[in-house]
């Protein structure tokens, strides 16, 4: 009898640690961040002292840098909570969907030109891998590295409010608010892609330089595991309780 009481009292425990671990895996970490409205995307894991230069002005690191977040590949991104308004002159307020000039974000000196184009105004990052070096940069202070392809716009374009993202290296992509719509809709996610180890977060110029945009915008970064390894926390589980299960079959 004493026995049966040993093995309930580890059963319960089992179970308790299970369903613990299972709560752990399937809720996200959540970090808060400000992404103030002079955040220059175009500045991504640029050292100090490194100048880019557009339409209007430049930016300089690490007074406009972007914020620096870190990540793993294969993580899930979601961003919630995203409030606050930005200007690009003072004059026009838009939310984190941006609003304000939505025919012209890019960095307009080319080649650069073609590798953003969205509303002002907008929440926009870029996954990067520190190892390989910061984007390139030529002598007349305009990025070359960046991977053009997921572009946002107003008016029917095949990127606007899907409900899952996966940008790669080097692009520069829209998150917004984080939702289907504006204001509304479902979270979407943005899986990392490989190699990346840091997501820069900016704000979108109209035609260049951020260095005389207001505002600011707060949001909620959660990071979900990626897959691999909530397959190895549920390999380990399931081993965990066939031990358990044979040491009290033994004691019977």
């Not at 752990?24 to 995307?41: E, F, K, P, R, Y």
């Not at 899930?76 to 690009?88: D, M």
Request: proline share 6%; net charge negative; glycine share 16%.
């Amino acid at each position: 009898m004493r026995n049966r009481k040993l093995t309930i009292v580890q059963w319960s425990a089992l179970i308790v640690l299970v369903l613990g671990l299972g709560s752990m895996a399937a809720h996200a970490d959540s970090t808060n961040l400000t992404v103030q409205g002079t955040s220059d995307i175009w500045l991504a894991g640029q050292p100090n002292g490194t100048t880019v230069t557009g339409f209007f002005g430049s930016d300089t690191a690490p007074a406009f840098s972007p914020v620096l977040f870190s990540v793993n590949g294969g993580q899930i991104l979601t961003f919630t909570n995203v409030t606050g308004t930005t200007s690009v002159d003072g004059s026009c307020f838009a939310g984190p969907d941006g609003g304000c000039y939505s025919d012209q974000s890019s960095f307009s000196p080319a080649p650069a030109s073609g590798d953003y184009n969205g509303p002002a105004d907008a929440l926009i990052g870029v996954f990067l891998n520190s190892g390989a070096g910061p984007i390139a940069i030529n002598g007349s202070g305009v990025p070359t590295g960046f991977v053009p392809g997921l572009d946002y716009q107003f008016n029917s374009n095949a990127n606007e409010g899907l409900s899952a993202y996966s940008p790669v290296l080097n692009q520069i992509f829209f998150i917004g608010d984080g939702l289907t719509g504006t204001g509304s809709g479902s979270i979407q996610t943005f899986t990392v892609p490989a190699g990346a180890t840091g997501l820069y977060l900016g704000v979108a110029d109209s035609v260049g330089g951020s260095n005389n945009n207001v505002g600011s915008l707060n949001l909620d970064v959660s990071v979900t595991p990626e897959p691999s390894s909530l397959l190895l926390l549920g390999t380990g589980l399931v081993t965990l309780a066939g031990i358990a299960r044979r040491k009290i079959g033994m004691r019977r």
